[in-house]
Every structure is written in structure tokens, then in C-alpha cells.
């Protein structure tokens, strides 16, 4: 855990980096190339920890009168 955050094991670097890092367009070679820390498995992990985590996300909306 790095402030609060899951991170990739024997690494300081966050798995939302990572994400964001793919989102941005970045292939799993150029992370694997960039970060040597990281493994294919690590990649993956993340992706299903984000997965995982948009399934159980719950979404309230309140009435616009709500204080």
C-alpha cells in the first residue's frame, strides 16, 4: 500500500499508475521495458484488480432538493 493505494508487490509503483499508464496508450511491452519490476502477471493483476473494482462500484444519486 502506498498512501492508501494498491501497488504492484516489491515495487513502489501504484496500480492506478499502471492503468493510467495504459490508458494513455502505452503497450505491455513498453511497460515491461520501462519499469524491469514488473511483470506480464503484475500487468494483468491490475487489470483485474480494476475490473473487480468498477463491478462492485455502486452509484447514488440524490434528488437536487438533497442538503
Given at each position: 500500500?502506498?498512501?492508501?493505494?494498491?501497488?504492484?508487490?516489491?515495487?513502489?509503483?501504484?496500480?492506478?499508475?499502471?492503468?493510467?499508464?495504459?490508458?494513455?496508450?502505452?503497450?505491455?511491452?513498453?511497460?515491461?521495458?520501462?519499469?524491469?519490476?514488473?511483470?506480464?502477471?503484475?500487468?494483468?493483476?491490475?487489470?483485474?484488480?480494476?475490473?473487480?473494482?468498477?463491478k462492485?462500484?455502486?452509484?447514488?444519486?440524490?434528488?437536487?432538493?438533497?442538503?
Open positions: 500500500i502506498l498512501v492508501g493505494k494498491p501497488i504492484i508487490k516489491g515495487t513502489r509503483l501504484a496500480v492506478k499508475f499502471i492503468i493510467d499508464l495504459l490508458a494513455q496508450g502505452w503497450s505491455e511491452q513498453d511497460i515491461l521495458q520501462n519499469y524491469t519490476g514488473v511483470t506480464r502477471q503484475d500487468i494483468l493483476a491490475c487489470l483485474a484488480y480494476a475490473s473487480e473494482t468498477l462492485i462500484e455502486r452509484i447514488y444519486t440524490l434528488p437536487l432538493n438533497a442538503k
